[in-house]
C-alpha cells in the first residue's frame, strides 16, 4: 500500500520518532509520501532526515498566502464523490468550533484531496487535532481509508466530541502511552479502535558509549545537569530553574539545556533573576549528533514534565530513552507515560508535578551520590534496551498498514 502521512510540519528537530517511524517502514517496503501543514521553521535536520525517500507536498499554511491554488482546489475538490459529505461534516463542526482554524482545515483538506497522487491507497495523521481535522475532511472526499497516531498534546486539549467523531470514522489509532490509551478508548465508540504502541529507540542510532564520557567526580571538575526539550510550560522548566536555585552552595555543578521554544528568554531572565546565569548555558535546538553528545556528557538527565491548566501535557518523551541509553542517570517527574517508561528508585528517580522543592531534594541526592547515579544509570540502560526497541512498534505499525487493515 501507498500511505500519505499528513504531519503539521516536516522536518522537526522536536519530532524524531515520526521521522524514526517512517524510515523504519520505509526499510520495511512500505511506500510513504509525507504531507506537510507548514514548511518547516527549524535550520537544522536530523541525519535521519537525509535517508527519507519519501517525496513531500507542503500545503499553504495560510490559505491567503496561496489564493490561486486554493481557489483551483475549491473548485476542482466540489467535483469529488465525497465532497458533499466532507463539506456538510466540516460545517457541522465549524458551528461548534468557529475558528480561523477550523476554516484552514478544510482550504488545506481541499488541496490533499486534489493534489494527491492517484496511487495512494490510505491517508495517516500524525496528532490527533489539525493533522487529524485535514485527513478526515479529506479522506472522505477521496473515499479513501484513514487512520491516525495520537501523541500527547493532542489528545488532552482536543474536545472530547472532536476526538469521539474522529474516532467514530477512522479504521484504527495507535498512541504511545498507556495512559492516553486508556482515556481515549473512553471516548471510541469501538474501544478496539486504540492500540498502544511505545515509540521505542532505534539501537542502531544510540549505541552505548564505547567508553565513559561523563565529567570526572572531582571537587574542581563541575558535575553536568542536562536538559533536552523546547522551552514550552508543560517541560516544567521554571520548576527546574527554582529547584537549582535551592541546591546547596557547595556543590559544583553546571546546567545545560539544549531545544528551542517560546519560553527561552523568559527562562533566561528568570535565571538570571535566580543567580544561576553562570551556571547555565543555553544552547538551543540542536541536530540528534549534538544532543547524544551531550548525553554522554552528562552526568544528570533532567526532565521536571507537568500539566498546564488547558491540560497539555507530556506523554512519553523519547529524550528520556535516549538518556538512559547513554547510561545516564534520568530525573523526571509522575506524569503521563512517563512512569511506563522510569520505575522510580530502581531505575531512575521520579517527582511530583510541579514540586520544585522534591525536584531539588532528588537533584542534590543524585549528585552527592555517584554510586546512585551509577546503579541508576545502569539499570534504566537494562530496562530501556530490553523493553523499548522500536522494532516491536514498528513490527505493529507495519502489520496495521498491511492491505487486510483497511476497512471495507
Known amino acids: 500500500m501507498a500511505t500519505a502521512f499528513v504531519l503539521k510540519g516536516y522536518p522537526r528537530l522536536s519530532e524524531t520518532f515520526i521521522a524514526q517511524e517512517i524510515r523504519a517502514l520505509e526499510k520495511r517496503g512500505h511506500e510513504i509520501h509525507i504531507i506537510s501543514l507548514r514548511h518547516p521553521t527549524d535550520t537544522d535536520t536530523h541525519p535521519i532526515h537525509q535517508e527519507i525517500q519519501a517525496p513531500i507536498l507542503y500545503l499553504p499554511e495560510y490559505l491567503h498566502h496561496e489564493p490561486r491554488r486554493v481557489a483551483r482546489a475549491l473548485i476542482q475538490a466540489r467535483t469529488l464523490p465525497g465532497f458533499t459529505a466532507a463539506f456538510t461534516l466540516w460545517g457541522a463542526d465549524l458551528r461548534r468550533d468557529f475558528t480561523r482554524n477550523r476554516m484552514r482545515r478544510f482550504g488545506q483538506a ?103 564520557e561523563h565529567m570526572s567526580d572531582t571537587p574542581n571538575t563541575p558535575l553536568i545537569i542536562l536538559s533536552v526539550g523546547r522551552a514550552v510550560p508543560k517541560k516544567g522548566y521554571n520548576d527546574c530553574l527554582q529547584a537549582l536555585a535551592s541546591l546547596p552552595p557547595h556543590l559544583n555543578w553546571r546546567f545545560r539545556h539544549v531545544g528551542g521554544g517560546p519560553l527561552l528568554n523568559e527562562l533566561r531572565d528568570r535565571a538570571h533573576g535566580l543567580g544561576l546565569e553562570d551556571r547555565i548555558e543555553w544552547l538551543g535546538a540542536q541536530p540528534q549528533g549534538r544532543v547524544l553528545s551531550e548525553i554522554r556528557r552528562a552526568d544528570v538527565f533532567v526532565l521536571p514534565s507537568k500539566q498546564t491548566p488547558d491540560g497539555d501535557r507530556d506523554g512519553l518523551p523519547n529524550v528520556l530513552m535516549e538518556a538512559q541509553s547513554q547510561r545516564v542517570a534520568v530525573l523526571s517527574t509522575r506524569m503521563s507515560g512517563i512512569p511506563e517508561l522510569i520505575l522510580d528508585g530502581e531505575t531512575g528517580v521520579l517527582v511530583t508535578p510541579g514540586d520544585s522543592a522534591a525536584l531539588s531534594d532528588a537533584l542534590r541526592r543524585l549528585l552527592e551520590d555517584p554510586a546512585l547515579r551509577a546503579k541508576l544509570a545502569q539499570a534504566g540502560f537494562e530496562r530501556v534496551r530490553s523493553h523499548f526497541s522500536m522494532h516491536d512498534g514498528i513490527d505493529s505499525l507495519s502489520k496495521l498498514f498491511q492491505p487486510q487493515s483497511t476497512a471495507a
Request: a negative charge; one cysteine or more.
Open 110 to 212: 481541499c488541496v490533499v484531496a486534489c493534489e494527491l497522487p492517484d496511487d495512494i491507497d490510505r491517508l495517516h495523521a500524525h496528532f490527533l487535532h489539525t493533522p487529524a481535522s485535514v485527513t478526515r475532511y479529506a479522506a472522505i472526499m477521496r473515499g479513501l481509508p484513514w487512520s491516525g497516531s495520537a501523541h500527547a498534546k493532542d489528545i488532552w486539549t482536543t474536545p472530547k466530541w472532536d476526538i469521539r467523531e474522529k474516532l467514530g470514522c477512522l479504521d484504527w489509532l495507535v498512541t504511545c502511552t498507556q495512559s492516553g490509551a486508556d482515556y481515549l478508548r473512553t471516548l471510541a465508540p469501538d474501544p478496539e479502535t486504540v492500540s498502544l504502541v511505545h515509540h521505542g529507540l532505534d539501537f542502531s542510532r544510540f549505541a552505548p558509549p564505547d567508553a565513559c
